[in-house]
């Protein structure tokens, strides 16, 4: 290994910030505030309905790709969120836990 240089998993653990952890209430307010449906979401990340549903519900939550993607779309819409597990709108109040997927 070149001196200077960290290995590729030192590297992303440094600098990085929190990943987003969504709940049911902060997925949905996210989705009222861009003004989709379920549907709408669900095509604009890639997967399905049914999965937004139960993001929603508290079935499951979005983890791995979806909820970076949710983190993008929330930040060019303007979404507060915080992403030591809170991701809610400013004037919402702060939203129940729900299992992960």
Do not use: C, H, N
């Not at 549907?39 to 049914?50: F, I, N, V, W």
Request: hydrophobic residues 30%; proline residues 5%.
């Amino acid at each position: 290994m070149e001196e200077g240089r960290k290995p590729l998993e030192m590297r992303r653990r440094q600098g990085r910030p929190r990943r987003p952890t969504w709940t049911a209430d902060q997925v949905r307010a996210l989705r009222r505030q861009l003004a989709l449906s379920q549907q709408g979401l669900a095509e604009e990340l890639g997967t399905r309905q049914q999965t937004v549903s139960e993001w929603e519900t508290g079935r499951y939550r979005p983890r791995g790709a979806s909820a970076r993607l949710l983190a993008i779309i929330a930040e060019r819409a303007g979404f507060q969120y915080d992403t030591g597990g809170a991701g809610q709108e400013a004037e919402e109040g702060a939203p129940g836990d729900a299992g992960r997927r």
